[in-house]
């Protein structure tokens, strides 16, 4: 079954082909660690990693490079503003140094809860400000560059296919021209690659074009020819990295080498809140795995809310979404325990299950429709069941829920004290207080049943 991928360069679901017979190249953009991720971030790397998990699945060898943006990302994508990481250090009374380490712990720490895969290279940008000003070099020596007040920057219109990967239009880019546009730049589209420190920075460096820092997008270029050549397979990132950071990626690495960059540019679609709002890590709107652990979920059950939908379409994220995630989660493992716990005398086939469910993997990364087909494996009388469980976990490779794991359900901390406070309430006749908890546990998956010795919870299967 061929693995189809759908490429933002042809806007089309391509069969991939790898460079190497059976290896893949595989880059994604990693954070900018001024803050911690928020659940929006933590999408795309699950996709990410979903898409790897898939690969391996197909029996690739995949090299996984993943950056940190710990310098060079500002306020604003045109190249003004402030340095994200320099300005999260004044807020905090920390120093750049610090904010860069604490987020990025964070982080790490959340993927690693999400169950996703580690890159085999994680690379920071201020690790790599050699081979940053090495590829700068090349550029001007090429004459792709200019020198202005703020910096030096990368002339757009030196390259005939600039704003490919988006569909972009220069003459568009020109009229669009926003009023925060740095002096002195030739075109609305051209970005910096090197930025002047103007002031002293905690994170500078010198260069033979003066002291300062590199803009955000070159750190991509550099690190990932650096680990997985000139041309490598697939390129990675959430979608508003089209317009911007993978076609500037795009613009100075083709103009480098003369060759094409990556093959397959894969991008996932956004966690949205209700009316459409944007989750930034800048704004108000901000959700942390954390906050989600501290309401009594857990990152298993946000990474199959996630798997829910294809990576390509967005996600209204609301608490009910998540509540019905989690439930499907809990009847999942409640059944896979039973299964795990009897055997039966069937002998029914499951190379039909094993089919389908690579064909919806190998269909680019259909999760929803992959999910359908575990639920009906585990419905179907006519299986085995071992050979049921045997399948689900080789599901679970690529699903990434843990599954082999699951222990015997205990009821939820969060639970026993709703039950706790509906005695209360019952003892001291408070009976809509004690109605409106028992819906609560209800609509949580539980079923609370009253005796004379107490109370009993049960799960809802
Ligand atoms: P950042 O740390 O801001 O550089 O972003 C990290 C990753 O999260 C990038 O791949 C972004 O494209 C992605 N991203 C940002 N906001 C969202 C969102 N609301 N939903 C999904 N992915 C997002
Ligand atoms: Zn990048």
Sequence with gaps: ????????????????????????????????????????????????????????????????????????????????????????????????????????????????????????????????????????????????????????????????????????????????????????????????????????????????????????????????????????????????????????????????????FVNYWLHGNFIVLKDDIKMAKSGENFITLKALEDQGYTPEDYRYLTLTANYRKPIMFSEEALEGAKNSLDKLTTKILEIKATTNESNGKTDKYEKLFEKAINDDLNTPKALAILWDLIKDQKVNNKTKYDLILNFDKIFGLNLKNIKKSLIPQEIKDLADKREKARKENNWDLADTIRDKITKKGYSIEDSNSGYKITKNV
């Excluded at 460079?19 to 190249?25: F, L, P």
């Excluded at 911690?36 to 933590?42: E, F, K, P, R, T």
């Excluded at 890159?119 to 202005?148: F, M, N, R, S, V």
């Design 1 to 260: 079954m061929p693995l189809k991928l759908y490429n933002t360069l042809t806007r089309k679901k391509e069969i991939f082909k790898p460079i190497k017979k059976n290896s893949v190249g595989l880059y994604t953009c990693g954070p900018t660690v001024y803050n911690y991720a928020h659940i929006g971030n933590l999408r795309t790397y699950i996709f990410e990693d979903i898409l790897k998990r898939v690969l391996l699945y197909n029996k690739y060898k995949v090299k996984h490079v993943m950056n940190i943006t710990d310098v060079g990302h500002l306020t604003s994508d045109s190249d003004t503003g402030q340095d994200k990481i320099e300005k999260a250090s004044k807020k905090e009374n920390k120093t750049a140094w610090q904010i860069a380490k604490f987020y990025t712990k964070a982080f790490l720490e959340d993927t690693k809860k999400l169950n996703i895969l580690k890159p085999d290279i994680t690379c920071k940008a201020t690790d790599y400000i050699k081979e940053q000003i090495d590829l700068i070099k090349i550029l001007e020596e090429k004459g792709y560059t200019y020198e202005i007040e703020d910096g030096i920057y990368f002339n757009t219109s030196k390259l005939k296919d600039y704003g490919k990967l988006a569909k972009l239009k220069i003459e568009e880019l020109k009229e669009g021209a926003r009023v925060d546009v740095v002096k002195g730049k030739k075109h609305h589209a051209d970005f910096a690659l090197w930025k002047f420190s103007k002031e002293r920075r905690q994170m500078e460096w010198p260069s033979k074009y003066g002291i300062g820092f590199p803009g955000w997008h070159i750190e991509c270029s550099a690190m990932s020819m650096k680990y997985l050549g000139e041309t490598f397979d697939i390129h990675c990132g959430g979608i508003d990295h089209i317009p911007v950071h993978h076609t500037n990626e795009i613009a100075q690495t083709e103009a480098a080498t003369g060759k094409k």
